[in-house]
Protein backbone atom coordinates (compact mmCIF):
# COMPACT_ATOMS: atom_id res chain seq x y z
CA UNK A 1 0.00 0.00 0.00
CA UNK A 2 0.03 2.51 -0.63
CA UNK A 3 -1.10 6.54 -0.05
CA UNK A 4 -3.53 7.56 -3.48
CA UNK A 5 -5.12 10.88 -3.61
CA UNK A 6 -8.00 12.30 -5.26
CA UNK A 7 -11.63 10.61 -5.59
CA UNK A 8 -11.51 8.56 -8.38
CA UNK A 9 -15.05 7.60 -8.77
CA UNK A 10 -17.54 9.15 -11.33
CA UNK A 11 -21.31 8.33 -11.53
CA UNK A 12 -22.66 7.02 -15.03
CA UNK A 13 -24.58 9.80 -15.65
CA UNK A 14 -21.38 12.07 -15.29
CA UNK A 15 -19.29 9.53 -17.10
CA UNK A 16 -21.65 9.73 -20.00
CA UNK A 17 -21.97 13.65 -19.80
CA UNK A 18 -18.08 13.72 -20.87
CA UNK A 19 -18.15 10.52 -23.11
CA UNK A 20 -20.30 12.57 -25.69
CA UNK A 21 -17.49 15.55 -25.67
CA UNK A 22 -14.34 13.23 -25.47
CA UNK A 23 -13.08 10.08 -26.88
CA UNK A 24 -10.68 8.52 -25.06
CA UNK A 25 -9.10 6.93 -27.99
CA UNK A 26 -8.58 10.55 -29.32
CA UNK A 27 -6.62 11.61 -26.41
CA UNK A 28 -3.22 9.43 -26.55
CA UNK A 29 -0.52 10.19 -28.81
CA UNK A 30 1.41 6.87 -30.59
CA UNK A 31 4.32 9.65 -31.27
CA UNK A 32 4.65 13.24 -30.20
CA UNK A 33 5.79 16.76 -31.83
CA UNK A 34 8.26 18.86 -31.04
CA UNK A 35 5.71 20.77 -28.81
CA UNK A 36 4.20 19.22 -25.76
CA UNK A 37 0.86 16.99 -25.99
CA UNK A 38 -2.46 18.64 -26.36
CA UNK A 39 -4.77 18.47 -23.59
CA UNK A 40 -8.18 18.93 -24.44
CA UNK A 41 -10.78 20.41 -22.05
CA UNK A 42 -11.19 18.02 -19.00
CA UNK A 43 -8.74 15.38 -21.08
CA UNK A 44 -5.98 13.39 -19.51
CA UNK A 45 -4.25 13.00 -21.46
CA UNK A 46 -2.32 13.80 -25.08
CA UNK A 47 -3.49 14.02 -29.16
CA UNK A 48 -0.35 14.57 -31.53
CA UNK A 49 0.45 17.73 -33.24
CA UNK A 50 -1.47 20.21 -31.43
CA UNK A 51 -0.46 23.09 -28.89
CA UNK A 52 0.60 22.79 -25.55
CA UNK A 53 -2.09 22.84 -22.45
CA UNK A 54 -2.44 26.26 -21.19
CA UNK A 55 -1.24 24.96 -17.88
CA UNK A 56 2.20 23.05 -17.43
CA UNK A 57 5.56 23.20 -18.72
CA UNK A 58 8.07 21.55 -21.40
CA UNK A 59 11.24 20.98 -22.01
CA UNK A 60 13.41 23.52 -23.79
CA UNK A 61 14.31 20.96 -26.34
CA UNK A 62 10.34 19.81 -26.80
CA UNK A 63 8.94 16.75 -26.92
CA UNK A 64 10.87 14.67 -29.69
CA UNK A 65 9.47 11.56 -31.58
CA UNK A 66 9.15 8.34 -29.92
CA UNK A 67 6.71 5.11 -31.06
CA UNK A 68 3.82 4.18 -29.16
CA UNK A 69 4.86 0.65 -28.70
CA UNK A 70 7.95 2.34 -27.20
CA UNK A 71 6.22 4.22 -24.54
CA UNK A 72 4.77 2.66 -21.67
CA UNK A 73 1.29 4.39 -20.52
CA UNK A 74 0.07 4.23 -16.50
CA UNK A 75 -2.71 5.91 -15.10
CA UNK A 76 -2.57 6.67 -11.47
CA UNK A 77 -4.03 9.30 -9.00
CA UNK A 78 -4.64 13.10 -9.33
CA UNK A 79 -7.40 14.90 -7.50
CA UNK A 80 -11.22 15.49 -10.19
CA UNK A 81 -9.43 14.36 -13.11
CA UNK A 82 -6.19 16.50 -12.68
CA UNK A 83 -2.36 16.15 -11.32
CA UNK A 84 -2.57 19.26 -8.46
CA UNK A 85 0.77 18.85 -7.37
CA UNK A 86 2.39 18.73 -11.16
CA UNK A 87 4.54 21.32 -10.31
CA UNK A 88 6.01 19.97 -7.18
CA UNK A 89 9.13 17.18 -7.90
CA UNK A 90 10.59 17.41 -4.42
CA UNK A 91 8.75 14.56 -2.29
CA UNK A 92 9.66 15.86 0.84
CA UNK A 93 7.33 18.92 0.46
CA UNK A 94 4.36 17.58 2.54
CA UNK A 95 2.10 18.48 -0.18
CA UNK A 96 3.96 16.81 -3.03
CA UNK A 97 3.35 13.01 -3.99
CA UNK A 98 5.77 10.50 -4.69
CA UNK A 99 3.29 8.21 -6.30
CA UNK A 100 2.86 10.51 -9.43
CA UNK A 101 6.13 10.46 -10.52
CA UNK A 102 9.14 11.59 -8.87
CA UNK A 103 9.57 7.61 -7.06
CA UNK A 104 11.08 7.43 -10.46
CA UNK A 105 13.38 10.44 -9.81
CA UNK A 106 14.90 9.73 -6.75
CA UNK A 107 16.85 6.35 -6.63
CA UNK A 108 17.32 4.98 -3.36
CA UNK A 109 20.28 3.35 -1.78
CA UNK A 110 18.81 -0.02 -1.93
CA UNK A 111 15.74 -1.80 -3.16
CA UNK A 112 13.97 -4.33 -1.29
CA UNK A 113 10.90 -6.63 -2.92
CA UNK A 114 9.22 -8.45 -0.70
CA UNK A 115 7.47 -10.78 -2.81
CA UNK A 116 11.28 -12.00 -3.88
CA UNK A 117 12.40 -11.44 -0.76
CA UNK A 118 15.23 -10.31 -1.83
CA UNK A 119 17.32 -6.92 -1.63
CA UNK A 120 18.88 -4.82 -4.43
CA UNK A 121 22.03 -2.43 -3.45
CA UNK A 122 21.57 0.45 -5.89
CA UNK A 123 23.08 3.84 -4.79
CA UNK A 124 24.85 2.22 -1.73
CA UNK A 125 27.19 -0.50 -2.56
CA UNK A 126 27.44 -1.91 1.36
CA UNK A 127 26.23 -1.14 4.32
CA UNK A 128 27.44 -2.33 8.34
CA UNK A 129 26.27 -1.27 11.52
CA UNK A 130 28.08 -1.78 14.84
CA UNK A 131 28.22 -4.36 17.20
CA UNK A 132 25.32 -2.07 19.59
CA UNK A 133 23.64 -0.94 16.23
CA UNK A 134 24.24 2.90 17.64
CA UNK A 135 26.37 3.49 14.27
CA UNK A 136 25.88 2.48 10.57
CA UNK A 137 28.39 2.62 7.82
CA UNK A 138 27.47 3.38 4.01
CA UNK A 139 29.61 2.35 1.28
CA UNK A 140 28.29 4.49 -1.90
CA UNK A 141 28.67 2.99 -5.20
CA UNK A 142 31.52 5.11 -7.63
CA UNK A 143 30.87 6.46 -10.77
CA UNK A 144 27.18 7.70 -10.39
CA UNK A 145 26.53 10.80 -12.17
CA UNK A 146 23.75 13.63 -11.52
CA UNK A 147 21.55 14.28 -14.87
CA UNK A 148 23.77 17.74 -14.28
CA UNK A 149 26.76 16.12 -14.64
CA UNK A 150 27.76 16.66 -10.88
CA UNK A 151 29.33 13.37 -9.24
CA UNK A 152 26.76 11.20 -6.99
CA UNK A 153 29.17 11.27 -3.60
CA UNK A 154 28.62 10.42 0.26
CA UNK A 155 27.96 14.21 0.97
CA UNK A 156 24.56 13.93 -0.67
CA UNK A 157 23.49 11.37 1.55
CA UNK A 158 24.79 13.24 4.49
CA UNK A 159 23.36 16.16 3.43
CA UNK A 160 20.07 14.54 2.95
CA UNK A 161 20.01 12.59 6.40
CA UNK A 162 20.78 15.84 8.40
CA UNK A 163 18.79 17.95 6.72
CA UNK A 164 15.86 15.42 7.40
CA UNK A 165 16.99 15.73 11.24
CA UNK A 166 16.86 19.37 10.79
CA UNK A 167 13.36 19.91 9.53
CA UNK A 168 11.60 17.30 11.40
CA UNK A 169 8.33 17.18 11.38
CA UNK A 170 8.32 19.91 8.45
CA UNK A 171 9.19 17.48 5.67
CA UNK A 172 8.15 13.26 5.08
CA UNK A 173 10.25 10.78 6.64
CA UNK A 174 12.21 14.12 8.76
CA UNK A 175 10.63 12.83 12.18
CA UNK A 176 11.62 9.12 11.55
CA UNK A 177 15.20 10.31 10.73
CA UNK A 178 15.43 12.93 13.78
CA UNK A 179 13.42 10.39 16.52
CA UNK A 180 16.96 8.55 16.07
CA UNK A 181 19.67 9.82 14.58
CA UNK A 182 22.35 12.04 16.05
CA UNK A 183 24.25 13.02 13.18
CA UNK A 184 25.51 12.03 10.06
CA UNK A 185 29.17 12.53 8.23
CA UNK A 186 30.99 11.86 5.35
CA UNK A 187 34.42 9.96 5.86
CA UNK A 188 35.19 10.32 2.68
CA UNK A 189 33.56 10.54 -1.11
CA UNK A 190 32.16 7.14 -1.03
CA UNK A 191 31.49 6.54 3.28
CA UNK A 192 28.73 7.91 5.68
CA UNK A 193 29.24 7.19 9.35
CA UNK A 194 25.78 7.69 10.97
CA UNK A 195 25.55 8.03 14.90
CA UNK A 196 22.41 6.93 16.32
CA UNK A 197 20.85 8.26 19.50
CA UNK A 198 19.32 4.46 20.31
CA UNK A 199 20.30 1.11 18.73
CA UNK A 200 18.72 1.09 15.87
CA UNK A 201 19.00 -1.93 13.65
CA UNK A 202 16.51 -0.46 11.00
CA UNK A 203 17.48 2.07 10.17
CA UNK A 204 18.91 1.39 6.71
CA UNK A 205 15.90 -0.42 6.25
CA UNK A 206 14.04 3.30 6.43
CA UNK A 207 16.60 4.55 3.49
CA UNK A 208 15.79 1.27 1.59
CA UNK A 209 12.51 1.70 -0.84
CA UNK A 210 10.24 -1.49 -0.12
CA UNK A 211 6.68 -0.62 -1.22
CA UNK A 212 6.17 2.77 -0.18
CA UNK A 213 8.33 3.58 2.62
CA UNK A 214 11.73 5.06 1.80
CA UNK A 215 13.65 8.23 2.38
CA UNK A 216 14.87 9.54 -0.59
CA UNK A 217 18.31 11.10 -1.60
CA UNK A 218 19.05 14.47 -2.62
CA UNK A 219 21.41 16.24 -4.86
CA UNK A 220 23.21 18.26 -2.24
CA UNK A 221 24.81 21.27 -5.20
CA UNK A 222 20.62 21.93 -6.15
CA UNK A 223 19.28 21.72 -2.59
CA UNK A 224 21.94 23.57 -0.13
CA UNK A 225 20.58 26.31 0.74
CA UNK A 226 16.90 25.72 -0.27
CA UNK A 227 14.04 25.41 2.20
CA UNK A 228 13.31 21.14 1.76
CA UNK A 229 9.45 22.44 2.83
CA UNK A 230 8.88 24.60 -0.15
CA UNK A 231 11.46 24.14 -2.68
CA UNK A 232 9.65 22.51 -5.28
CA UNK A 233 12.71 21.09 -7.56
CA UNK A 234 10.76 22.13 -10.73
CA UNK A 235 12.75 24.30 -13.44
CA UNK A 236 12.68 22.14 -16.47
CA UNK A 237 14.62 25.37 -18.28
CA UNK A 238 17.10 24.47 -15.95
CA UNK A 239 17.60 21.01 -15.89
CA UNK A 240 15.47 20.41 -12.78
CA UNK A 241 14.47 18.14 -11.35
CA UNK A 242 17.89 16.22 -11.16
CA UNK A 243 18.18 12.76 -10.65
CA UNK A 244 20.69 10.31 -11.07
CA UNK A 245 18.05 7.56 -12.17
CA UNK A 246 17.53 7.09 -15.85
CA UNK A 247 14.40 9.47 -16.44
CA UNK A 248 14.12 13.22 -17.23
CA UNK A 249 10.96 14.94 -16.83
CA UNK A 250 10.05 16.67 -20.32
CA UNK A 251 6.74 17.94 -19.32
CA UNK A 252 4.41 18.27 -16.28
CA UNK A 253 1.13 19.66 -16.42
CA UNK A 254 -2.46 18.79 -14.62
CA UNK A 255 -3.19 16.45 -17.60
CA UNK A 256 -0.18 14.33 -17.63
CA UNK A 257 3.31 14.00 -16.81
CA UNK A 258 5.82 12.84 -19.68
CA UNK A 259 9.28 11.17 -18.48
CA UNK A 260 12.14 10.00 -20.98
CA UNK A 261 15.01 7.84 -20.86
CA UNK A 262 18.56 9.03 -20.61
CA UNK A 263 20.70 6.55 -22.60
CA UNK A 264 23.85 7.29 -20.36
CA UNK A 265 22.10 5.96 -17.14
CA UNK A 266 25.29 4.86 -14.66
CA UNK A 267 23.50 1.60 -13.30
CA UNK A 268 24.38 -0.23 -16.47
CA UNK A 269 27.89 0.28 -16.37
CA UNK A 270 27.97 -0.37 -12.80
CA UNK A 271 26.20 -3.67 -13.78
CA UNK A 272 23.25 -2.44 -11.06
CA UNK A 273 20.20 -3.46 -13.62
CA UNK A 274 19.83 -2.83 -17.51
CA UNK A 275 18.55 -0.15 -19.27
CA UNK A 276 14.84 -0.05 -19.52
CA UNK A 277 13.78 -0.82 -22.38
CA UNK A 278 10.83 1.20 -22.01
CA UNK A 279 11.87 5.11 -23.72
CA UNK A 280 9.00 7.40 -23.05
CA UNK A 281 6.71 6.65 -19.22
CA UNK A 282 3.57 8.71 -19.56
CA UNK A 283 1.53 9.20 -16.46
CA UNK A 284 -2.15 10.29 -16.63
CA UNK A 285 -4.44 11.14 -14.21
CA UNK A 286 -7.63 8.90 -13.09
CA UNK A 287 -11.00 9.75 -14.84
CA UNK A 288 -12.83 6.65 -13.19
CA UNK A 289 -13.47 3.19 -13.79
CA UNK A 290 -15.70 3.58 -17.25
CA UNK A 291 -12.43 5.23 -18.62
CA UNK A 292 -9.71 2.91 -16.77
CA UNK A 293 -11.99 -0.46 -18.71
CA UNK A 294 -12.33 1.01 -21.98
CA UNK A 295 -8.34 2.33 -21.88
CA UNK A 296 -7.16 -1.33 -21.32
CA UNK A 297 -10.00 -2.87 -23.88
CA UNK A 298 -8.51 -0.17 -26.38
CA UNK A 299 -4.78 -0.90 -25.56
CA UNK A 300 -4.43 2.75 -24.82
CA UNK A 301 -2.91 2.21 -21.86
CA UNK A 302 -0.77 -0.13 -20.62
CA UNK A 303 -1.15 -0.40 -17.06
CA UNK A 304 -3.72 1.26 -14.76
CA UNK A 305 -5.01 1.73 -11.52
CA UNK A 306 -6.98 -0.67 -9.89
CA UNK A 307 -10.45 -1.49 -10.83
CA UNK A 308 -13.18 -3.51 -8.90
CA UNK A 309 -13.23 -7.11 -9.32
CA UNK A 310 -16.43 -6.98 -11.19
CA UNK A 311 -14.80 -5.19 -13.71
CA UNK A 312 -12.17 -7.80 -14.99
CA UNK A 313 -14.75 -9.47 -16.79
CA UNK A 314 -15.38 -7.01 -19.29
CA UNK A 315 -11.93 -6.42 -19.69
CA UNK A 316 -10.77 -9.83 -20.73
CA UNK A 317 -13.60 -9.87 -22.78
CA UNK A 318 -13.14 -6.78 -24.60
CA UNK A 319 -9.38 -7.59 -24.96
CA UNK A 320 -7.98 -10.51 -24.85
CA UNK A 321 -4.67 -9.53 -24.16
CA UNK A 322 -5.60 -8.24 -20.55
CA UNK A 323 -3.93 -9.67 -17.85
CA UNK A 324 -3.66 -9.25 -14.43
CA UNK A 325 -1.39 -10.52 -11.72
CA UNK A 326 -3.38 -13.68 -11.31
CA UNK A 327 -4.12 -13.84 -15.33
CA UNK A 328 -7.53 -14.14 -16.27
CA UNK A 329 -8.41 -15.88 -13.15
CA UNK A 330 -9.74 -14.20 -9.38
CA UNK A 331 -8.56 -12.64 -7.50
CA UNK A 332 -7.04 -10.83 -10.15
CA UNK A 333 -4.26 -9.59 -8.05
CA UNK A 334 -1.72 -9.91 -5.06
CA UNK A 335 -2.00 -9.04 -1.30
CA UNK A 336 -0.83 -6.24 -0.56
CA UNK A 337 1.15 -4.72 2.32
CA UNK A 338 -2.00 -2.75 3.23
CA UNK A 339 -5.00 -4.73 5.04
CA UNK A 340 -8.15 -2.55 5.67
CA UNK A 341 -9.92 -2.00 8.90
CA UNK A 342 -12.86 0.20 10.14
CA UNK A 343 -10.69 3.32 11.80
CA UNK A 344 -12.65 4.67 14.65
CA UNK A 345 -11.16 7.78 16.34
CA UNK A 346 -10.30 6.66 19.52
CA UNK A 347 -9.99 11.08 20.76
CA UNK A 348 -14.04 11.25 20.29
CA UNK A 349 -16.64 10.04 22.15
CA UNK A 350 -17.93 7.42 21.50
CA UNK A 351 -15.51 5.63 20.01
CA UNK A 352 -13.10 6.32 22.59
CA UNK A 353 -14.82 3.10 24.34
CA UNK A 354 -13.03 -0.38 23.53
CA UNK A 355 -16.77 -2.00 24.05
CA UNK A 356 -18.12 0.34 21.32
CA UNK A 357 -15.39 -0.64 19.00
CA UNK A 358 -15.92 -4.41 20.14
CA UNK A 359 -19.75 -3.83 19.53
CA UNK A 360 -19.16 -2.17 16.28
CA UNK A 361 -17.04 -5.46 15.32
CA UNK A 362 -19.66 -7.72 16.03
CA UNK A 363 -22.31 -6.16 13.46
CA UNK A 364 -19.94 -6.94 10.61
CA UNK A 365 -19.96 -9.96 8.83
CA UNK A 366 -16.79 -10.02 7.00
CA UNK A 367 -17.93 -12.39 5.06
CA UNK A 368 -20.83 -10.17 3.07
CA UNK A 369 -17.68 -7.86 2.51
CA UNK A 370 -16.09 -10.01 0.73
CA UNK A 371 -18.99 -11.74 -1.25
CA UNK A 372 -20.40 -8.70 -2.33
CA UNK A 373 -17.79 -5.88 -2.17
CA UNK A 374 -14.85 -7.56 -3.63
CA UNK A 375 -16.55 -10.37 -5.49
CA UNK A 376 -15.53 -13.39 -3.69
CA UNK A 377 -12.19 -11.72 -4.66
CA UNK A 378 -10.57 -10.94 -0.86
CA UNK A 379 -9.89 -12.67 2.22
CA UNK A 380 -10.98 -11.83 6.24
CA UNK A 381 -7.65 -10.79 8.48
CA UNK A 382 -7.41 -10.81 12.26
CA UNK A 383 -4.21 -8.63 12.39
CA UNK A 384 -3.23 -5.49 10.87
CA UNK A 385 -0.44 -7.03 8.99
CA UNK A 386 -0.25 -8.83 5.78
CA UNK A 387 -0.45 -12.74 5.20
CA UNK A 388 3.00 -12.82 3.94
CA UNK A 389 5.57 -15.89 4.90
CA UNK A 390 7.84 -13.88 6.48
CA UNK A 391 5.19 -12.80 9.20
CA UNK A 392 3.68 -16.32 9.73
CA UNK A 393 5.65 -16.68 13.11
CA UNK A 394 3.91 -13.82 14.51
CA UNK A 395 0.31 -14.51 12.98
CA UNK A 396 0.60 -18.43 14.60
CA UNK A 397 1.82 -16.71 17.99
CA UNK A 398 -1.34 -14.77 18.00
CA UNK A 399 -3.55 -17.71 17.96
CA UNK A 400 -3.88 -18.38 21.30
CA UNK A 401 -4.96 -14.90 21.78
CA UNK A 402 -7.54 -14.53 19.15
CA UNK A 403 -9.26 -17.34 19.94
CA UNK A 404 -10.34 -14.76 23.21
CA UNK A 405 -10.57 -12.06 21.61
CA UNK A 406 -11.51 -12.76 17.52
CA UNK A 407 -10.88 -9.93 16.01
CA UNK A 408 -13.53 -11.44 13.07
CA UNK A 409 -16.11 -12.65 14.70
CA UNK A 410 -20.28 -12.06 13.76
CA UNK A 411 -22.15 -12.06 16.87
CA UNK A 412 -24.53 -9.02 16.41
CA UNK A 413 -26.05 -10.24 20.28
CA UNK A 414 -22.77 -9.59 21.88
CA UNK A 415 -22.83 -5.85 20.30
CA UNK A 416 -26.34 -5.24 21.84
CA UNK A 417 -24.73 -6.68 25.30
CA UNK A 418 -21.75 -4.44 24.90
CA UNK A 419 -23.80 -1.29 24.27
CA UNK A 420 -27.17 -2.40 26.77
CA UNK A 421 -24.19 -2.93 29.47
CA UNK A 422 -23.13 1.05 28.81
CA UNK A 423 -26.67 2.27 29.15
CA UNK A 424 -27.47 2.75 25.55
CA UNK A 425 -31.01 1.42 24.43
CA UNK A 426 -32.47 1.09 20.77
CA UNK A 427 -35.13 3.49 19.61
CA UNK A 428 -38.79 2.32 17.97
CA UNK A 429 -36.46 2.01 14.52
CA UNK A 430 -34.20 -0.17 15.91
CA UNK A 431 -31.59 2.79 16.20
CA UNK A 432 -29.44 3.53 19.11
CA UNK A 433 -29.50 6.03 21.45
CA UNK A 434 -26.35 6.88 24.37
CA UNK A 435 -27.18 7.19 27.82
CA UNK A 436 -27.78 10.61 27.26
CA UNK A 437 -30.87 10.15 24.59
CA UNK A 438 -28.65 11.41 21.75
CA UNK A 439 -29.19 8.86 18.79
CA UNK A 440 -25.82 7.34 18.07
CA UNK A 441 -24.17 8.40 14.17
CA UNK A 442 -21.09 7.41 12.91
CA UNK A 443 -20.39 9.28 9.57
CA UNK A 444 -17.57 6.80 7.99
CA UNK A 445 -15.30 8.31 4.81
CA UNK A 446 -13.01 6.94 2.48
CA UNK A 447 -11.50 7.39 -0.86
CA UNK A 448 -12.16 5.00 -3.82
CA UNK A 449 -10.47 1.97 -2.79
CA UNK A 450 -13.36 1.43 -0.80
CA UNK A 451 -16.39 2.75 -2.98
CA UNK A 452 -17.97 -0.64 -2.95
CA UNK A 453 -17.47 -1.62 0.67
CA UNK A 454 -18.59 1.81 2.06
CA UNK A 455 -22.39 0.86 1.69
CA UNK A 456 -22.27 -2.72 2.53
CA UNK A 457 -20.44 -1.66 5.88
CA UNK A 458 -22.91 1.12 6.16
CA UNK A 459 -26.26 -1.43 6.18
CA UNK A 460 -24.65 -4.14 8.14
CA UNK A 461 -24.04 -1.29 10.90
CA UNK A 462 -27.47 -0.17 10.58
CA UNK A 463 -28.72 -3.65 11.02
CA UNK A 464 -27.28 -3.56 14.17
CA UNK A 465 -28.55 -0.20 15.21
CA UNK A 466 -25.51 2.24 14.50
CA UNK A 467 -26.98 4.84 12.57
CA UNK A 468 -23.81 5.36 9.62
CA UNK A 469 -23.15 6.67 6.20
CA UNK A 470 -20.31 6.76 3.91
CA UNK A 471 -18.84 9.27 1.68
CA UNK A 472 -15.86 10.54 -0.33
CA UNK A 473 -15.38 13.92 0.43
CA UNK A 474 -12.31 15.81 -1.51
CA UNK A 475 -10.64 16.79 1.52
CA UNK A 476 -11.17 13.22 2.66
CA UNK A 477 -6.86 12.54 3.34
CA UNK A 478 -6.28 15.90 4.79
CA UNK A 479 -9.10 15.63 7.26
CA UNK A 480 -7.78 11.72 8.02
CA UNK A 481 -4.36 12.53 8.77
CA UNK A 482 -5.15 15.28 11.09
CA UNK A 483 -7.82 13.34 13.09
CA UNK A 484 -10.72 15.41 12.06
CA UNK A 485 -12.85 12.27 11.35
CA UNK A 486 -15.45 9.61 13.27
CA UNK A 487 -15.33 6.76 11.04
CA UNK A 488 -12.90 6.02 8.16
CA UNK A 489 -12.09 3.03 5.58
CA UNK A 490 -8.57 2.93 5.19
CA UNK A 491 -5.47 0.49 5.51
CA UNK A 492 -1.87 -0.57 7.58
CA UNK A 493 1.72 0.81 5.74
CA UNK A 494 3.13 -1.48 8.16
CA UNK A 495 4.83 -4.54 8.41
CA UNK A 496 6.46 -7.16 5.29
CA UNK A 497 8.68 -9.54 7.06
CA UNK A 498 8.55 -8.57 11.11
CA UNK A 499 6.06 -6.61 13.18
CA UNK A 500 7.91 -4.04 14.80
CA UNK A 501 6.34 -1.43 11.98
CA UNK A 502 2.83 -2.74 12.26
CA UNK A 503 3.58 -1.68 16.46
CA UNK A 504 4.37 2.00 15.71
CA UNK A 505 1.54 2.66 13.53
CA UNK A 506 -0.36 2.28 17.31
CA UNK A 507 2.62 4.27 18.87
CA UNK A 508 1.81 7.91 20.92
CA UNK A 509 5.06 9.18 19.04
CA UNK A 510 3.65 7.63 15.35
CA UNK A 511 0.49 10.64 15.39
CA UNK A 512 1.83 13.31 13.25
CA UNK A 513 4.26 12.32 10.80
CA UNK A 514 3.79 14.48 7.43
CA UNK A 515 3.22 12.26 4.49
CA UNK A 516 3.77 9.28 6.38
CA UNK A 517 2.72 5.37 6.45
CA UNK A 518 4.05 4.77 9.82
CA UNK A 519 0.99 6.71 11.33
CA UNK A 520 -1.27 6.31 14.48
CA UNK A 521 -4.07 7.07 12.23
CA UNK A 522 -6.59 5.81 15.28
CA UNK A 523 -5.15 8.06 17.67
CA UNK A 524 -4.90 5.59 20.42
CA UNK A 525 -2.66 5.72 22.84
CA UNK A 526 -1.53 3.31 25.96
CA UNK A 527 2.12 3.83 27.48
CA UNK A 528 2.72 0.04 28.13
CA UNK A 529 2.15 -0.56 24.60
CA UNK A 530 4.72 2.75 23.85
CA UNK A 531 7.38 0.95 25.61
CA UNK A 532 6.90 -2.62 23.92
CA UNK A 533 7.23 -1.02 20.70
CA UNK A 534 10.13 0.92 21.50
CA UNK A 535 11.68 -2.51 22.77
CA UNK A 536 10.54 -4.05 19.29
CA UNK A 537 12.67 -1.46 17.70
CA UNK A 538 16.16 -1.95 19.40
CA UNK A 539 15.78 -5.38 18.76
CA UNK A 540 17.27 -6.48 15.28
CA UNK A 541 15.19 -7.89 12.71
CA UNK A 542 17.13 -11.09 12.82
CA UNK A 543 16.37 -11.62 16.50
CA UNK A 544 12.66 -14.13 16.34
CA UNK A 545 12.22 -15.35 18.82
CA UNK A 546 12.64 -12.26 21.43
CA UNK A 547 10.66 -10.29 18.60
CA UNK A 548 7.91 -13.13 18.81
CA UNK A 549 7.71 -12.68 22.84
CA UNK A 550 7.37 -8.96 22.44
CA UNK A 551 4.47 -8.70 19.56
CA UNK A 552 2.74 -11.42 22.04
CA UNK A 553 3.25 -9.13 24.61
CA UNK A 554 1.73 -6.35 22.70
CA UNK A 555 -1.32 -7.95 21.20
CA UNK A 556 -2.03 -8.97 25.02
CA UNK A 557 -2.22 -5.41 25.30
CA UNK A 558 -3.85 -4.25 21.96
CA UNK A 559 -6.63 -6.75 21.41
CA UNK A 560 -9.17 -6.40 24.23
CA UNK A 561 -8.56 -2.84 23.26
CA UNK A 562 -8.97 -3.37 19.19
CA UNK A 563 -7.81 0.49 18.16
CA UNK A 564 -9.43 -0.34 14.96
CA UNK A 565 -11.82 -2.74 13.23
CA UNK A 566 -10.01 -5.51 11.42
CA UNK A 567 -11.89 -6.28 7.82
CA UNK A 568 -9.83 -8.03 5.02
CA UNK A 569 -6.30 -8.33 3.63
CA UNK A 570 -5.61 -5.47 0.89
CA UNK A 571 -5.43 -7.09 -3.05
CA UNK A 572 -4.06 -4.74 -5.77
CA UNK A 573 -6.07 -5.68 -8.66
CA UNK A 574 -4.58 -3.60 -11.32
CA UNK A 575 -5.20 -4.97 -14.85
CA UNK A 576 -2.74 -4.47 -18.06
CA UNK A 577 -2.34 -5.38 -21.56
CA UNK A 578 0.54 -7.34 -23.19
CA UNK A 579 -0.17 -5.44 -26.56
CA UNK A 580 3.40 -3.34 -25.86
CA UNK A 581 4.89 -4.99 -22.80
CA UNK A 582 5.64 -8.32 -21.08
CA UNK A 583 7.35 -9.42 -18.30
CA UNK A 584 5.15 -7.47 -16.09
CA UNK A 585 5.76 -9.36 -12.44
CA UNK A 586 3.09 -11.69 -11.75
CA UNK A 587 2.19 -14.49 -9.72
CA UNK A 588 4.55 -16.67 -12.25
CA UNK A 589 7.16 -14.50 -11.81
CA UNK A 590 7.35 -12.42 -8.65
CA UNK A 591 10.31 -10.39 -8.76
CA UNK A 592 8.41 -7.40 -7.18
CA UNK A 593 4.81 -5.81 -6.58
CA UNK A 594 3.37 -4.49 -9.96
CA UNK A 595 1.78 -0.95 -8.40
CA UNK A 596 3.16 1.41 -10.55
CA UNK A 597 2.93 4.26 -7.94
CA UNK A 598 5.19 2.60 -5.08
CA UNK A 599 8.63 3.62 -4.76
CA UNK A 600 9.73 -0.09 -6.30
CA UNK A 601 8.07 0.54 -9.41
CA UNK A 602 11.81 1.10 -11.07
CA UNK A 603 12.35 -2.51 -10.56
CA UNK A 604 9.20 -3.19 -12.84
CA UNK A 605 10.42 -0.66 -15.61
CA UNK A 606 14.01 -2.01 -15.37
CA UNK A 607 12.19 -5.65 -16.34
CA UNK A 608 10.10 -5.19 -18.66
CA UNK A 609 9.95 -6.05 -22.33
CA UNK A 610 8.26 -4.98 -25.93
CA UNK A 611 5.96 -7.93 -26.81
CA UNK A 612 7.73 -7.64 -30.72
Known amino acids: MAIPFGNRRVTRRQFLQYAEVLSFSTLLAACAQSTAPAAPAAAPAAQAGAAAPAEGVTAAGGIKEIARNETFIA ?31 YEPLAFYSAFADKEYMWLAESYKYSDD ?87 KHIFEGKDLSTFSHFDLANGLPVTTS ?45 QLIQSVIKNEVDFTTGIQPSSFPTVFNGNPKATSWTGQEAPFGYVDWWPHSLYVNNEVAPWSDKNVRWALSYYIDR ?112 NFSTGKFTGCLFGHGGSCREPQETMALYQSTSEAIPGGHAVNF ?8 DKLADQAYTTAPTDTQKLVDIWVKGMEIWLPELPDIQLTQGFHRLPWTTENWTNMPDAKNPYTNSAQWHLTFSLVLHNVKPSA
Open 75 to 105: VRGGTQGKFTEWDQWNPFVPVANHQFGSNLI
Open 133 to 219: FKELTIKTRQGIKWSDGKDFTADDVTFTLNACKEYGAKIRWGTNIAQVMDKAETVDQQTVKVTLTVPAPRFFWLLTYHFDIGVYILP
Open 246 to 290: PWRVVHSSPQQKILDRADDWWGVAAGVAQLPAVKRFILLPDQGEQ
Open 367 to 478: SKIVDIAWSGASQATPLPMPSYPPLQPYFDATKPLLEKYNTLEYDPKKGDDLLTAKGWKKNDAGMWVDETGKPVKLDIVSFFDFTSVGPVLVEMLKRGGIDASYSEPPDFFD
Open 522 to 529: SRWKNPDF
